[in-house]
């Protein structure tokens, strides 16, 4: 079966993907209604805010680099390496997660990641968070400093790369989360089932949250609340690539800042 694509991309980075398009055509339809699958060309960042817009739609996602390190991007260089078929990718189902975002005001704001749910203030700021799980093993964690993280599997080479290393990384196909402190103490890094997690913060200064980054933010919090979901996004990646090698391997040189 002939797949046909929709194609979401980044003018700048993705020109010649857009000169693909129209001198190849590609199978391109120029409707979601008619698509068997989306396309992404650039960066990290295009795919997460393509994931966030289209998601709904139940449609695979197929990913071609044009941006830095592309951590969940197919490499291609030319029109021919184009896949035709579903045949010819393999696919990875994603969850997404829940955060649910209590402000000072007692007003819940709701939000869906991709990546990661993220609570904490400006580098200055000394925050205490009280951290529970739902699940019976879960420690309950007191800890103080900056913020708190928690990251999906493939999320764990994005913001939480940047800040707790490459300890962060998970295998796209691992079950668990990672929850890891931004500057605090003691560290609450470790890797823990899907499960409701709350999140209290107690400080002197505003304590914001944040759902895959700005786009998704709530200011003045004083809890977060983090649940899995059923909610999946499909990415399609070539096959003869392994991406948890592939993977490892870009975020070692994004951590020696190579």
Request: aromatic residues 12%; glycine residues 8%.
């Amino acid at each position: 079966m002939i797949m046909r694509i929709f194609f979401e991309t980044d003018e700048k980075k993705a020109f010649d993907v857009k000169e693909w398009i129209e001198k190849k055509k590609l199978n391109a339809v120029e409707n979601l209604e008619s698509a068997d699958a989306i396309c992404v060309a650039g960066g990290d960042g295009r795919l997460l805010h393509s994931i966030h817009k289209y998601w709904k739609y139940k449609l695979p996602f197929i990913g071609i680099n044009r941006g830095t390190a592309g951590f969940l991007l197919n490499p291609m260089d030319k029109p021919e390496e184009f896949p035709t078929s579903f045949e010819e990718l393999s696919w990875t189902s994603l969850k997404l997660i829940r955060g649910e975002f209590i402000t000072q005001e007692e007003e819940s704001k709701v939000f869906l990641a991709f990546n990661d749910i993220f609570c904490g203030g400006s580098i200055a700021d000394f925050i205490t968070f009280y951290i529970n799980g739902e699940l019976n093993y879960f420690p309950q964690r007191e800890v103080r400093g900056n913020g708190i993280v928690v990251s999906t599997a493939q999320g764990s080479t994005g913001f939480v790369l940047n800040a707790r290393g490459t300890a962060a990384l998970l295998p796209l196909d691992s079950k668990n989360w990672f929850i890891g402190g931004i500057a605090t103490g003691p560290y609450p890094c470790d890797q823990v089932s899907p499960q409701r997690i709350i999140i209290e913060v107690r400080s002197r200064n505003p304590v914001h949250g944040y759902a895959d980054g700005y786009s998704q933010e709530v200011k003045d919090i004083k809890k977060v609340i983090v649940a899995p979901t059923e909610h999946t996004v499909t990415l399609g990646f070539f096959p003869d690539i392994d991406f948890v090698s592939r993977r490892t391997e870009l975020a070692q040189k994004q951590e020696r800042g190579k």
